[in-house]
């Protein structure tokens, strides 16, 4: 899996992740057949630029594709499209040019694997059974000065659910995939399945059903946990430790609670401007470069 952040502000577009990819499948050993987690890489590229423009791409989920990375498959879309034809392209035509091309790829990856598992043809597999497999682009439409993301969804069931705005130019704030437990925990003071479970025990115990009186009862009470940040005005530099914060929560969370260490490695983050591309910034220190 994966930790992946990314942060729209006034000035550009702040993404991070992790670098661990965990390797699922069956090897043989010669004490026999081990199955599930094989192996744990801690240096995997899950963060791009797209030629040399002001959008980048941070990827979660799914590691590899018929035994491909991530990596490769950005650098053959990329080989496919040609600079002058992307270059007036919007950060939504991106978002659907790379639903398109990753959906045929995944779906040539895991249909036979699926329809054999289900037991039923691949399009009547609901999407939250099938791997999943994300991408958030962010950047700067063409003459346009505020950025904003959007969601790549690969293993939907079509383009109109796979791709999808997250924020808006103007929508100052983060958003968060892949892992995230240990992120929203921190943001909303809580576990969104540990509070429903206590909530379906007291109606149980009472009786009664959940209605939208008591929901907007609840609510309020809820939402004063949640750490309020202020996002219009923060500065690239904030938003870089701010996403680097988020990256070691849950690299530290999956390091020392039981279970395999799925989010890990160094971090990768990027700062996308406008007019200045992607720039990546130094693993120690946390600065941009100025170069």
């Known amino acids: 899996m994966t930790i992946a952040v990314a942060c729209n ?19 043989e050993t010669p004490t026999g057949k081990q199955e599930g987690i094989v192996k744990v890489y801690n240096d995997a590229e899950k963060l791009f630029q797209l030629y040399e423009l002001s959008v980048g791409v941070v990827t979660y989920g799914v590691a590899q594709l018929n035994l491909r990375t991530i990596d490769s498959y950005i650098r053959e879309f990329e080989h ?10 919007s950060i939504q035509q991106f978002a659907k040019e790379l639903w398109g091309f990753f959906n045929i790829r995944y779906r040539k990856a895991f249909t036979a694997v699926l329809e054999q598992k289900c037991e039923k043809p691949f399009d009547e597999i609901e999407p939250q059974k099938r791997p999943a497999l994300g991408l958030m682009v962010g950047g700067f439409n063409p003459n346009e000065y505020l950025s904003e993301l959007w969601d790549v969804i ?13 924020r808006k130019p103007g929508d100052f704030g983060s958003s968060w ?7 929203r925990r921190f943001h ?20 009664v059903q959940m209605d939208q009186e008591l929901e907007q009862k609840i609510k309020p009470i809820v939402g004063q946990a949640e750490y309020i940040i202020p996002w219009g005005g923060m500065p690239l530099q904030e938003g870089i430790d701010y996403v680097k914060f988020c990256l070691d929560i849950m690299i530290g969370q999956t390091k020392f609670v039981i279970g395999a260490p799925t989010c890990g490695g160094n971090v990768r983050i990027g700062v996308i401007q406008r007019d200045k591309g992607l720039r990546f910034v130094t693993e120690t220190g ?3 470069r100025t170069v």
């Open 80 to 89: 496919e499209h040609s600079p002058k034809e992307v270059r007036e392209w």
């Open 286 to 288: 946390f600065e941009m």
């Open 177 to 183: 995939r892949g892992q995230i437990e240990g992120v």
């Open 9 to 27: 502000l006034a000035d550009g577009v702040v993404m991070g992740a992790d670098s661990a990819i965990t390797i699922h499948g069956a090897v």
């Open 188 to 207: 909303k003071g809580f576990s969104f399945e540990h509070l429903q479970s206590v909530i379906d025990v007291i109606l149980k115990h009472f009786d």
């Open 154 to 166: 690969v293993h939907s069931q079509n383009a109109e659910d796979g791709v999808k705005q997250t």
